[in-house]
């Protein structure tokens, strides 16, 4: 059974950082397209940065500049470097595969606060 599992999530200052890692058993994980979403209580999951098997990334407009999504194929892991983090991006974050078939983590808590 496929394992995606994320981890990496805690309490930060605004300002502060986090690197979020998400692992997984998926077997030809360099072919997947990975993903980091999130979603804030009472918001919708939001598609937050991407990066397809070729390292190729993309990002939402508020992200952009601050989190960088990067992918270690020998470990079967990506990550999320989140830098100069806001209140805003308060949330539960979700590692999501897909490709020949979509796979979803359980979720890392981030909280951004003073």
């Known amino acids: 059974q496929v394992q995606v599992v994320e981890s990496g999530g805690g309490l930060v200052q605004p300002g502060g950082s986090l690197r979020l890692s998400c692992a997984t058993t998926i077997r030809y994980f360099s072919i997947y397209h990975m993903a980091w979403y999130r979603q804030a209580p009472g918001k919708q999951r939001e598609l937050v940065a991407s990066i397809t098997g070729g390292s190729s990334t993309n990002y939402t407009d508020s992200v952009k500049g601050r989190f960088t999504i990067s992918r270690d194929n020998a470990k079967n892991t990506v990550y999320l470097q989140m830098n100069s983090l806001k209140p805003e991006d308060t949330a539960v974050y979700y590692c999501?595969?897909?490709?020949?078939?979509?796979?979803w983590g359980q979720g890392t808590q981030v909280t951004v606060s003073s």
């Open positions: 999501r595969a897909y490709g020949i078939r979509s796979y």
